[in-house]
């Protein structure tokens, strides 16, 4: 197994972004999780506009864990699973709180990773990690390099394991990845993360 | 996303820019959610090519146009017709229905009404169901721009065909939303008979005065943009402007739990997130 040279216990929030290919990953990844891990993280995964029920509890139910839509100035809670909602981009506020935003989509998505990654950055610096997993568009890459320029621990899911590799790829260009991960190595650092909260 | 990226943006440079704005302008946008707000600004300095902080204040400062301008681009006014189109059917078959059971003719506030996509979208639904002149509807906004243009009634022809029709058609309206626009050079203009009784009016919500009594208000995805402090201002403003079991709708991932007056409203559809005034 891989060594991590990078864990600590000064995380406070783990970012996880996706798109095409990435439901089964995520869905491995977090029911892959301890009951109790500690850190809160908010997911954002490219999905249906029109579709604002159903996603959160299909997740839920394939991964034996709560997953839940913030609702505007949600306060960010240890150990909760988030989603962005359909049609809405999801944020960080200072003071450990969600916002959300109707702006315009950005690389034509709303909710968009990239502004999750960006305010997460800005409100918890280096104490961030950001995940980005298969996808199909840019979405994501710049979020990842502002995380890494703010200090934060930036993953990639191993190109060669995504079913589309293109969001990975993207990020591995525009910025340095602190890990390129197989999703089994995901799940070994996150319960290696885990253990440091002990 | 940007090409040209300019340095960050600190959270001391915003509460200057905020507090330049306060005395020249006496617009307060110290309560504004701070992620977003400084998001927009960063846009606007891209957008505009400004060097620095220091240079967008002095320029704000001194240029009442430039000023303008900022505003408007400063607020979000991304919208769309029949947006969440469950919502619009909640409006037409349980609310509406209900408010018309105690009175014949009744006031609507859209608050935060930007480009007039939602105004559109109540007038439709008021015209199918056979009351728009039973309706008096007041929208209201911050940027006397967008109210400009809200009354042009001209829309992207794309966002129309990709949008905002296929909201309307999972609203299952009475016809289809091409009967309410013409095409002309590649826009969409609105049938404008629909604002017979509409009036639009500048108002700013912060530190807003009450412009009437209203038995429907429509605020959606407007709040997301402020503060919890600013938040519970508002629906103070909201609470003051609705008759007893008058109702306010905000949006669907909105919620007022964390604000004061809460006990005031109790909620009637969750998942429209629709509440009704209980208590005065």
């Not at chain 1, 506009?49 to 394939?62: H, I, P, Q, T």
């Not at chain 2, 600190?10 to 400084?38: G, H, P, T």
């Not at chain 2, 891209?46 to 620095?52: A, G, K, T, V, Y």
């Not at chain 2, 807003?208 to 519970?232: A, H, P, S, W």
């Amino acid at each position: 197994m891989a060594r991590f040279d990078h864990i600590s216990s000064k995380y406070k929030l783990i970012v996880i972004g996706g798109s095409a290919g990435s439901f089964q990953v995520v869905s491995r990844i977090l029911q892959a999780l301890p009951e109790d891990f500690p850190l809160p993280i908010a997911m954002c995964l490219h999905r249906l506009k029109d579709v604002r029920e159903g996603f959160a509890e299909a997740l839920s139910l394939k991964t034996n864990k709560p997953v839940v839509e913030p609702l505007d100035k949600e306060l960010i809670k240890k150990g909760t699973i988030y989603l962005a909602p359909a049609n809405y981009h999801l944020c960080v506020e200072l003071g450990q709180t969600f916002s959300l935003s109707t702006e315009e989509p950005v690389n034509n998505s709303r909710p968009s990773i990239d502004l999750l990654f960006e305010t997460a950055a800005y409100a918890y610096r280096d104490k961030l990690i950001g995940i980005l997993l298969s996808g199909a568009n840019r979405d994501g890459a710049w979020g990842m390099k502002k995380i890494h320029e703010r200090g934060g621990l930036t993953i990639v899911q191993e190109p060669s394991e995504c079913l589309i590799d293109t969001m990975p790829a993207s990020a591995m260009q525009a910025t340095r990845i602190d890990y390129v991960l197989r999703s089994d190595q995901i799940i070994d650092f996150l319960r290696k993360l885990h253990k440091q909260y002990a | 996303m940007e090409n040209i990226e300019k340095p960050e943006i600190e959270i001391a440079q915003l509460r200057r820019l905020i507090e330049m704005i306060k005395k020249r302008y006496d617009y307060d946008f110290s309560n504004y959610a701070m992620s977003s707000f400084r998001r927009r600004v960063q846009r606007f300095i891209e957008l505009f090519r400004i060097e620095s902080m220091e240079e967008l204040i002095r320029k704000l400062e001194l240029d009442k146009q430039f000023f303008k301008t900022f505003l408007s681009e400063i607020t979000v006014n991304v919208t769309e017709m029949f947006r969440d189109p469950t919502f619009w059917v909640e409006l037409r078959d349980e609310i509406i229905p209900s408010i018309l059971m105690n009175k014949k003719e009744f006031r609507v506030w859209h608050a935060g009404c930007s480009s007039g996509e939602e105004v559109f979208s109540m007038a439709i639904l008021l015209d199918e169901m056979g009351i728009l002149d039973q309706v008096e509807i007041v929208a209201t906004d911050i940027d006397y721009s967008i109210l400009d243009k809200a009354q042009q009634a001209t829309y992207n022809l794309r966002n129309m065909e990709e949008v905002n029709k296929k909201n309307y058609q999972r609203f299952m309206g009475k016809r289809t939303l091409e009967a309410y626009y013409k095409v002309e050079d590649g826009k969409a203009v609105m049938d404008k008979t629909l604002l017979r009784n509409v009036q639009f009016v500048e108002h700013n919500l912060v530190n807003g005065e009450k412009i009437g009594v209203f038995d429907l208000i429509l605020c959606r995805n407007v709040m997301i943009y402020f503060n919890q402090t600013l938040q519970n201002e508002v629906l103070k403003l909201f609470h003051a402007s609705l008759p007893r079991y008058g109702y306010l709708a905000i949006g669907s991932k909105e919620s007022l739990i964390w604000c004061e007056y809460a006990n005031k409203f109790i909620i009637v559809n969750n998942n429209e997130k629709i509440y009704k005034k209980i208590r005065d």
